[in-house]
């Protein structure tokens, strides 16, 4: 068997349904083999950073590794920010790099480049695979390294020599490890004497609060957090990653903490919270703005539940820590809760607090209502969110971008339909994932409303993914926040040089027009009374759709962004101080 037949058969042997890739001089082999199986679909995407971010939406929606592929040389240059956001996002991505031969090596032979170096650093593995005989072995390594533990990214780079090798290797090494096959493979509990010291604490505390990462999403938590939560009547908040873990609507949902688009109410549990429970939460930069939130509290215990021991206590001088799968650790510590309530029963103080925080809640909604129906020009972000949370009341996979949306979606967006969810790609904040997100989205689950959501700097780069959406006729709906700058750098100019805008604007066209030009239905929605017929009209298209939606720049309508709230109210304290 040829080398390239064998990787087609392992990954088939791994239930791989789809590979996103770009083709290039290298990739013959393995494109003939793939023609030759007709097992796995190939996605062909017009970047290989959209192909990688693909493969990055595909694994968070399917739980599945995410497949891409891309030539050597630029291909592989090109591909290096989907692989790196998927390993610090813990997502099992595996990408392929057909290479040249290593005959070539050191030669100046064109697009020779040192690929199994170049990964190195935004993989858990980058492997150069010098022997063909070996690839069913190499390829079930990057399947476990990519889900177990704390899953993340994996390379392979696989020379022309290796390609064309003709195997003499036995049926017998042809199998697959069926635990490898999804993420989490091989989930681990936590110590019975940790979940024991947090069953105590946690009925114990009078003001408990549990903050669900993203860690919990990829463990597929959900339904362990709601059940503890009720059982023991605490709040939960969310990071960014964490967001809709729980239905909005929710009485313990107080929504999203950290400095983007943070809930006041849900800062406020933070801070007056006697016990907080970390739940696959790295405790980052952005959830604990800049490790200030909550404040320092000597009497406040910090417990903090991850797959990664290495984050256990990183940021926080932690009072318990336990290591372990989001998902067992939680089903465990509800048994345990569950016997250590019936003769402990929860502080009497700890309902009127929850519903003090309620109160507050409905108090912010209330106060939002007046710009979440603007019927301002330029159309006010907030009410082309709730314009939108109209429309998601069946299953949905709402994708973001960095930047403009992030800080009005984290604040306002209500995932009302059962099974939804709201991905954003949150470790180094690149733009472009949205467009290309929603193919990889699709794919893992075509019966899903979907929903990109982008600023113009991300629309420049990824509109040639446009074409892709309409080539397979994906039926999504493509929203962009068109206010003709890099809007997020824009209103740092703002507010920290006193408007010296510098290199942040660009002509206001008609991206419409673009999208047109690649087969997609478009619309360009100009005032507040146009966005809800516009919405019903793409839900409805069963066909890709393009809105163009002309928003206010954050300069004049400043985000919910803590850090930026703050320098702009010493900035007018300054101005009143002056003579």
């Given amino acids: ?79 290096i920010p989907g692989v790196a956001e998927a390993d610090a996002s813990s997502v099992p991505v595996i990408l392929i790099t057909n290479d040249i031969p290593i005959s070539g090596e050191g030669k ?3 697009t020779e480049l040192d690929c199994e170096r170049l990964f190195a650093p935004v993989t858990k593995w980058s492997c150069l695979v010098k022997d063909g005989e070996r690839i069913p072995e190499i ?33 017998h090494t042809l199998y697959a ?107 980052g930069s952005v959830s604990s703005v800049n490790w200030t939130l909550p404040a320092h509290d000597p009497e406040r215990k910090i417990l903090q539940v991850d797959l990664d021991p290495v984050m256990l206590g990183n940021n926080t001088g932690n009072h318990l820590s336990v290591a372990g799968d989001a998902r067992l650790v939680l089903r465990d510590l509800n048994i345990l809760l569950g016997d250590h309530l019936e003769g402990h029963p929860i502080p009497e103080s700890r309902g009127p607090w929850v519903a003090s925080l309620n109160r507050d809640r409905q108090a ?38 960095a930047g403009t949306p992030t800080p009005h979606i984290t604040r306002y967006l209500r995932l009302s339909g059962k099974d939804s969810t709201f991905i954003i790609p949150r470790a180094f904040g690149g733009l472009g994932y949205a467009i290309p997100g929603l193919v990889g989205a699709h794919f893992a689950n075509p019966e899903a409303r979907l929903v990109g959501l982008f600023g113009d700097g991300s629309l420049g780069m990824s509109a040639g993914e446009l074409e892709t959406l309409v080539r397979l006729k994906i039926p999504a709906v493509l929203i962009h926040f068109n206010n003709s700058c890099f809007g997020w750098i824009k209103a740092l100019q703002s507010i920290h040089t006193d408007n010296k805008f510098f290199s942040v604007d660009f002509n206001s066209h008609d991206p419409a027009m673009v999208a047109k030009g690649f087969g997609m239905a478009a619309h360009r929605v100009t005032a507040a009374d146009e966005l809800e017929p516009a919405l019903e009209k793409a839900f409805s298209a069963g066909e890709p759709v393009f809105l163009d939606v002309i928003t206010e720049s954050e300069v004049t309508e400043l985000p919910p962004v803590m850090s930026w709230q703050a320098k702009v109210a010493r900035n007018k304290e300054q101005q009143a101080a002056r003579p």
């Avoid at 890739?21 to 990739?27: E, K, N, Q, R």
């Avoid at 990057?142 to 696989?158: D, K, N, Q």
């Avoid at 209330?366 to 299953?395: C, G, H, V, Y």
Wanted: charged share 20%.
């Fill in 108 to 110: 100046k032979t064109i």
């Fill in 1 to 79: 068997m040829k080398s390239s037949d064998l990787i087609v058969k392992m990954l088939a042997l791994y239930d791989v349904e789809v590979i996103f890739g770009v083709p290039g001089d290298t990739s013959i082999p393995l494109y003939e083999s793939l023609y030759d199986s007709g097992t796995i679909r190939h996605v062909m995407a017009r970047d290989e950073r959209s192909a990688a971010f693909m493969a990055d939406a595909y694994a968070r929606i399917s739980h599945k590794p995410g497949i891409c592929e891309c030539p050597s040389g630029a291909g592989a240059l090109y591909a």
């Fill in 139 to 171: 390829i079930r390594r990057a399947f476990r390294m990519s889900t177990t533990g704390r899953p993340g990214a994996v390379h392979l780079c696989i020379p022309q020599e290796a390609f064309k090798h003709h195997s003499t290797a036995g049926d």
């Fill in 364 to 401: 912010f909604w209330a106060e939002s209502r007046e710009k979440l129906a603007s019927t301002a020009s330029p159309i006010k972000p907030q009410r082309l969110i709730s314009a939108l949370n109209r429309f998601l009341d069946r299953p949905s996979i709402v994708i973001s971008d």
């Fill in 177 to 283: 490890e069926p635990e490898c096959r999804a993420y989490p493979a091989f989930r681990t509990r936590g110590s019975r004497k940790g979940l024991e010291a947090i069953t105590a604490c946690l009925g114990a505390a009078e003001r408990p609060v549990i903050v669900a990462g993203g860690g919990a999403k990829h463990s597929q938590a959900q339904g362990e957090i709601l059940t503890l939560c009720e059982l023991l009547e605490v709040p939960v908040v969310t990071t960014i990653s964490g967001q809709g873990i729980l239905p909005d609507n929710h009485a313990l949902a107080l929504g999203v903490i950290g400095a983007n688009g943070y809930h006041p109410h849900a800062v406020r549990a933070m801070e007056e919270s006697d016990t907080l429970l970390y739940v696959g939460c790295k405790i």
